[in-house]
């Protein structure tokens, strides 16, 4: 039996050792020196939270599909390991094989939320790999990274060798063939990563230079070489039913976040929300075969004796197929004891009818995500959701059982007012006074319903990513707003607000339109003990502010800044098949208060069309 990294006495040490000693039910076990090359695959957070990411559980099954990878798992240690392993210098080791990561031929980081930027370079330190991509040498593995952060890689630039735009399942195979090439002695370091920015979605930072203008935004960002493209092209799965899909996930050994099978039912959405960014880069909408789907479910379920399958999309109800798989799903194991959850569904009548067939209507509460509390507010940032709708869907809910109610919104929108603000009180007042309509004794006692307001990030490739943001002292204003409204409606003792924190959101807003100057801002804030900051009780403003200041960086410069027009953005190399011109016309409409139809009701020219051969829906032949 292979001895793990850590011996006993540290694991008696730490918490939750079983985070760090692998062999979970479905765990791939393969001999590192029958393989030619091995693939540390990360999740820079806790193992509970990365345990719980569908991506890496795709990717590793399509990695170790191959006979010549062998990809192992690597988590952030959690802080009282983090402190053992730089006093002892024990180096960051694959849950696998317990080998350490710097030993592996690619560290592959998932990079799922700007706020676990920092822990990225805990990885790379606690592997012992140097920092900056420029200092590493011919023994160190490439470090690529993925995800929906690497819209925006530009802070992380510095960092990465290779960043790969897109999703996973298309062009590893090409680099894994070039890697093989490399190992050979065809290539050096330098010349693999040439060749390698020469494959579709790959994207070498250390080949393209950036220029500045007097004022600090982008004069010009261009290749170093004339073989490599100007414009790094996302990467689509254009098939998604024949796409790979795991049949046996990973079962840990602790309670994860999310202790379930997903079932990923499709990819895009056709909503076109303003403030979406993976409504606009997963585009177009691709759905999963019926048949395909209900065969995983079986073989995953059956793999993995997890009691819940979660059906994921970003909005599950226009999946064509919903009513005929939650009817299959039912039939076949609901009598099992499996539970079945449904997020991102509108609320309407077919919605909740299934709802209470899978949920336990008294336990359970239901979710709405309105974003904004005024109909004008809600047209600006093209949400498709009337008033009436929600009113009537939670009058559904309610003479259907439900008493407990979430709310979410944002604060902090485009052309936001006080009275929008307010209007967040004024709908969760209707929606109680509708639950109150029910008579007495049809009603499951009081009404709960729980107010959540997070505040905006114009994030890139949005129609909002010429927005000015925020201020912190604004949000908390705007959140104060709502608070005195709530407070003032006469079923106040049914609602209760909660708001995200406001220096968090403004860091996310930094890093999230950032350009490769932030890389010294990072540097400085892990250097001075910052690490799990998506963590609120870890995270710290004043070491954020003190790093902005000692490398002479305004950070206001990219949240409270007008942008104009033709302002070239850190992000404008990479073509997500979605146009700016697109996008600039959508900031344009929301302006105006103007709604885009939905993609099912009318085409409108976004461009993702390149994919699927030109055609986004059967239906616009």
Wanted: aromatic share 10%.
């Amino acid at each position: 039996m292979k001895k793990l990294a850590l011996n006993d006495e540290i694991l008696l040490k730490i918490d939750k050792p079983a985070r760090y000693i692998g062999n979970e039910v479905n765990m791939v076990k393969k001999d590192p020196k029958d393989v030619d090359i091995r693939i540390a695959m990360c999740f820079p957070d806790v193992y509970e939270i990365g345990m719980s990411h569908l991506g890496i559980q795709i990717l590793y099954d399509m990695f170790n599909k191959r006979a010549d990878v062998y990809c192992e798992r690597v988590y952030s240690p959690w802080p009282d390991l983090h402190q053992i392993m730089k006093e002892q210098h024990i180096p960051l080791f694959g849950l696998e094989s317990q080998q350490p990561v710097k030993e592996m031929d690619f560290l592959a980081i998932t990079i799922q939320y700007e706020m676990c930027y920092t822990n990225i370079l805990q990885i790379l330190d606690l592997s012992q790999i140097p920092l900056y991509a420029k200092d590493r040498d011919e023994n160190c593995p490439i470090v690529i990274g993925g995800g929906p952060c690497t819209y925006n890689p530009e802070p992380l630039a510095d960092f990465f060798d290779l960043f790969y735009i897109g999703e996973g399942e298309t062009v590893y195979d090409q680099l894994l063939d070039l890697y093989k090439e490399m190992k050979k002695g065809l290539y050096s370091r330098k010349e693999f990563l040439h060749q390698a920015a020469k494959i579709p979605g790959l994207y070498v930072p250390s080949l393209y230079e950036v220029s500045y203008k007097e004022d600090g935004t982008i004069g010009s960002f261009e290749p170093v070489c004339d073989d490599i493209p100007k414009k790094i092209k996302r990467q689509v799965v254009e098939d998604l039913t024949k796409a790979v899909y795991p049949q046996k996930p990973l079962v840990p050994f602790i309670k994860v976040t999310q202790d379930r099978v997903v079932l990923e039912i499709q990819r895009g959405c056709i909503r076109g929300c303003r403030f979406c960014q993976a409504g606009m880069v997963y585009r177009p909408l691709r759905e999963r075969g019926i048949d395909m789907l209900k065969e995983k479910a079986y073989q995953m379920l059956k793999n993995t004796g997890h009691e819940e399958i979660s059906l994921s999309s970003l909005s599950s109800s226009d999946y064509t197929h919903l009513e005929e798989l939650l009817t299959f799903l039912i039939e076949n194991f609901k009598s099992q004891g499996v539970n079945i959850s449904l997020p991102s569904l509108r609320i309407d009548a077919f919605s909740l009818d299934v709802m209470s067939k899978v949920q336990d209507v008294k336990k359970s509460s239901l979710t709405f995500a309105p974003e904004a509390g005024s109909q004008r507010m809600r047209d600006v940032i093209n949400k498709g959701l009337t008033e009436e709708d929600i009113l009537h869907g939670a009058g559904l809910a309610f003479e259907g059982g439900w008493q407990k109610v979430k709310l979410y919104f944002m604060l902090g929108l485009p052309t936001e007012t006080e009275e929008d603000m307010r209007a967040i009180a004024q709908l969760a007042e209707k929606i109680a006074e509708r639950y109150y309509e029910i008579p007495k004794e049809q009603r499951n006692g009081k009404c709960q319903i729980t107010i959540s307001t997070s505040f905006f990030v114009p994030k890139p490739f949005t129609p909002f990513q010429w927005y000015s943001m925020r201020t912190k002292e604004d949000f908390l204003g705007c959140a104060k707003v709502v608070n005195e409204a709530v407070k003032s409606q006469l079923n106040r003792k049914s609602m209760k607000y909660n708001w995200h924190e406001a220096d968090v959101t403004v860091i996310e807003g930094i890093l999230a339109r950032g350009d490769r100057r932030l890389s010294k801002v990072l540097l400085e804030v892990y250097r001075n003990g910052g690490i799990f900051d998506a963590w609120s009780e870890f995270f710290d403003n004043d070491r954020w502010e003190n790093a902005f200041a000692s490398a002479h960086i305004n950070p206001d410069f990219y949240t409270v800044r007008e942008r104009s027009e033709d302002e070239v953005f850190p992000w404008d190399f990479i073509d997500t098949g979605v146009t700016k011109e697109f996008l600039l016309k959508e900031w344009h409409r929301a302006m105006e208060g103007n709604v885009t139809p939905n993609c099912r009701q009318q085409c409108s020219g976004c461009g993702a069309m390149v994919y699927k051969g030109g055609v986004c829906y059967e239906n616009t032949h």
